[in-house]
């Protein structure tokens, strides 16, 4: 375990070393931003919205007492999507997404000597392939978990329209009431962590296949499994300092 | 040229390299030749520096490159170029964008520079005209003579070959040798290819380098390789049919 922690810190720090040249790896930055964060629009699209619709009804369901103001589960919906939803199931899902696609390119990349080809032209692998991934996640997995908030909220109010468990106007008092910007602010910084912890793991287990096509397929697996662990492991550690 | 001195190899308790030692010609095709795992690809890879030398050392010009660390290397490398035994071509950028690659990044030419020269090596390989294609559409042969224009696109001094002529029909593999062999006297190059086609052998082996079993066994030319009396050189070389009858006729 520790020598691959050593492992994974001398690769992070290869990765940063200075660019051959700094137009050819911004380049590469912008196109992982359109791979990681365009690319992934849809599906946290797709589950903020239904999360969000999903958490108020349930919310609404464990507060039907006449003693508790309904608009509680619009306050409790908004938090619990801001603080643990939006960052956390969308990183879960975003290391599903973006780094298997990482691990399994890097690796390929690895297996038929593609890697060894940059090595041999005088280009800092590491650096050419990873920094700009672990750059572009930590810029756009934070807009992308910005977004899922956004429409994670806004899929409490479909809820709402729908079922009737709740009145829009009391959802909609329940989410402006109390807001505290320190939760956006915590969002946020698991949101640049997830992101570094996807990229980074992922390249890492990527960078250092070896084999075929089988070793390519294990080590996107290993990728997503040690993100989504430490992933969570994060999530706790951030959220026992920042609240 | 490239000397290489006393060159070990060792993984775990695996000994590949077991102390080679030898001169790669200035503009002359150097083949490294032996039967399957007898250490040709890892001394080229030792020689290119993709594997460090568990004990040894590789000679650029003089240089003594296994003691340089990866910033001193740089320009030595920028004067290799390399073509692997599956191309490796970058599978994300069309062809055009694979010889533009090292252009890119160790040179300041102009983007209609840098055309112009892919261009040029694309014409040289034969393969004008296909610049907007992508690796996965190229057959084994254009793949094979796109890498060797990615590999020249830098005007190199050293030009390494891993098996030239691997899942190519003999035809195609004739026209990879005689471009390699033009390319190498055009360049003034020193071509180091590894292989175990023995049509390369007797076509371009104008210095040959036998390995069996991680060691240097015989070195000569292609001229000297029918008529040696190295018992295991012999059995490599005669293994196959053609070259026994080849042999009869001789």
Sequence with gaps: MFYSLGKYILLLRLSFRKPEKFSVYWAEVMREMVSIGVGSLGIIAIISVFIGAATTIQVAFQLSSPLVSMSIAGKIARDSTILEFSPTISALVLAGRVGSSIASQIGTMRVTEQIDALEIMGVNAPGYLISPKIIASMTMIPLLVIISITLGITGGYIACLVSGDITPDDYLIGVRDGFDGLTIQVALVKAVVFGFIIASICAYQGFYTSGGALEVGQSSTRGVVYSCVMILFADLVITRIML | ?250
């Design chain 2, 1 to 250: 040229m490239i000397e290489i001195k006393d060159i070990h190899k060792t993984f775990g308790e695996n000994k590949v390299l077991k102390g080679i030692s030898a001169n790669f010609i200035a503009g002359k095709n150097n083949l490294i030749i032996g039967g399957s795992g007898s250490g040709k690809t890892t001394l080229l890879k030792c020689i290119v520096g993709l594997h460090e030398p568990t004990k040894g050392s590789v000679f650029f010009s003089g240089e003594n490159f296994t003691e340089m660390n990866f910033e001193q290397r740089v320009p030595i490398r920028t004067h290799i170029g390399m073509l692997f035994q599956n191309s490796a071509l970058f599978d994300s950028m069309t062809v055009e964008e694979n010889i533009m690659f090292p252009l890119n990044l160790f040179t300041k030419q102009t983007a209609a520079e840098k055309l112009d020269r892919a261009n040029f090596c694309l014409e040289r390989v034969n393969l004008a005209g296909k610049n907007k294609l992508y690796p996965a559409e190229l057959s084994g042969g254009m793949k094979k003579r796109v890498g060797i224009a990615r590999a020249i696109s830098m005007q190199p001094k050293y030009l390494f070959v891993d098996e030239p002529n691997s899942g190519l029909d003999p035809k195609t593999s004739i026209l990879i040798d005689d471009l390699i062999n033009e390319l190498t006297e055009e360049y003034n190059m020193t071509t180091v290819i590894v292989t175990h086609d023995m049509n390369s052998v007797m076509g371009i082996g104008e210095h040959i380098i036998f390995l069996h079993n991680g060691e240097k066994w015989w070195e000569g030319s292609n001229k000297e390789i029918a008529h040696t009396d190295n018992k295991e050189l012999n059995d490599f070389v005669f293994a196959s049919k053609f070259m026994q009858a080849a042999k009869a006729k001789l």
